[in-house]
């Protein structure tokens, strides 16, 4: 498939539209969900729970399945609700199966992802003296003692986290923007956003090099498989660097 055609002609207006409304609707279900989960924590507390004598990680692992539950309620839920605006199987990508080739492909998009990422915090640090490649994302989890902590930790970050978000970014917002806009800038945009959700700026830049290799697999298998499997890969290098050999980091940090 060309990345220069859309699949689907549609008017100037509306194609400006879809790129502004799709992302924004996206980006509100993420913070209605988190701003829902923190009012009803805030409730919970002034009606007597005591949501401080809960283990921290157990309650962070609690707080992420209940934030990305709603988001996908929150964004795919709410227009089917409220304007019968339905996503198929097919616009999410979940239509099949995984087959051999989202597994067998997905060696070769952790070492493309890689390799981009790596050029572009490089060429970014170069262009930008400010720029700390050191800043490190907030898992929401630390101080993993107990067997059943690494358990939570691991099946939100590395296997929830991945699927939630593919479903949303490269299943439903990827999905609906291709289909009103050239392929390569409903791949842009796409990622632009996903990078900028997880915030600090080199988490935010290696997110969309991320993205973008999320989204040329969507459209190379032709399913979210690929995508989710790639991403739970490089989450769960991730976990393993900073939950399980940590020392590993820091001798390649140093």
């Known amino acids: 498939m060309s990345l220069n055609s859309s699949d689907t002609k549609v008017a100037p207006n509306r194609r400006w539209w879809t790129i502004v409304a799709l992302p924004a609707w996206v980006f509100a279900g993420f913070i209605a969900a988190q701003l829902i989960v923190s009012l009803v924590v805030v409730l919970l507390r002034a009606l007597g729970v005591q949501t401080d004598a809960i283990n ?3 309650f962070s692992a609690v707080l992420a399945v209940c934030i990305y539950g709603i988001a996908l309620l929150f964004v795919i839920g709410l227009p089917l609700w409220a304007k019968k605006w339905r996503t198929t199987r097919r616009e999410l990508g979940i239509q099949r199966l995984p087959s051999w080739l989202d597994i067998l492909i997905t060696p070769a998009g952790l070492i493309v992802y890689l390799v981009f990422s790596s050029l572009l915090i490089f060429i970014t ?39 939630a978000e593919e479903v949303l970014f490269r299943g439903y917002l990827f999905g609906k923007l291709r289909a009103h806009i050239p392929l ?7 990622s632009l956003l996903f990078g900028a959700i997880h915030g600090a700026w080199n988490l935010a830049i290696d997110t969309f090099a991320l993205g973008v290799i999320l989204c040329i697999l ?5 399913s979210l498989w690929a995508p ?15 939950f399980i050999n940590p020392m590993l980091l820091n001798t390649m940090g140093g």
């Not at 989710?228 to 900073?242: C, E, S, V, W």
Request: charged fraction near 10%; aromatic fraction near 10%; hydrophobic fraction near 55%.
């Open 56 to 58: 921290d990680n157990v």
């Open 125 to 163: 640090s170069q262009l930008v003296p400010a720029f700390d490649v050191n800043q490190v994302q907030d898992t929401g989890f630390s101080g993993l003692s107990q067997q059943y902590e690494l358990i939570l930790a691991f099946i939100t970050l590395v296997i929830l986290a991945p699927i």
């Open 184 to 190: 390569w800038l409903a791949i842009i945009v796409t």
């Open 218 to 222: 969507r459209v190379t298998t032709g």
């Open 228 to 242: 989710i499997l790639l991403h739970m890969t490089k989450n769960g290098i991730a976990f393993y660097l900073l």
